[in-house]
Nanobody, 120 residues
């Protein structure tokens, strides 16, 4: 049984930082794509960061330079360091993993999500 459990969400003021974590079980993130999607009301689902099997990272233009994704293969966890947060970053953030999560993440496994709220 695959389970992805996110943590670290919360309320932060603009310009602040937050770190999200995802603990995976039943799936080895080191041999899969793993990344973070976010969903805000009235907005399209967005893949904000991804790390591939070989360790290559990809970021959306909206977060490039502010967010960083990294993984700990020994612990089978992945984290998202978010710096310079702006109100537009407010969303539910989901940990997603699978063979290929680039096409909307529909074929991957999803966590329950964690809320990030950025106040101005």
């Amino acid at each position: 049984q695959v389970q992805l459990v996110e943590s670290g969400g919360g309320l932060v003021q603009a310009g602040g930082s937050l770190r999200l974590s995802c603990a995976a079980s039943g799936i080895r993130i080191s041999i899969n794509d793993v990344g973070w999607y976010r969903q805000a009301p009235g907005k399209q689902r967005e893949l904000v960061a991804k790390i591939g099997r070989a360790g290559s990272t990809t970021y959306s233009d909206s977060v490039k330079g502010r967010f960083r994704i990294f993984r700990d293969n020994a612990k089978n966890t992945v984290s998202l360091q978010m710096n310079g947060l702006i109100p537009e970053d407010t969303a539910v953030y989901y940990c997603v993993s699978g063979v290929d999560i680039s096409v909307g993440g529909v074929s991957g496994y999803w966590g329950q999500g964690t809320q990030v709220t950025v106040s101005s």
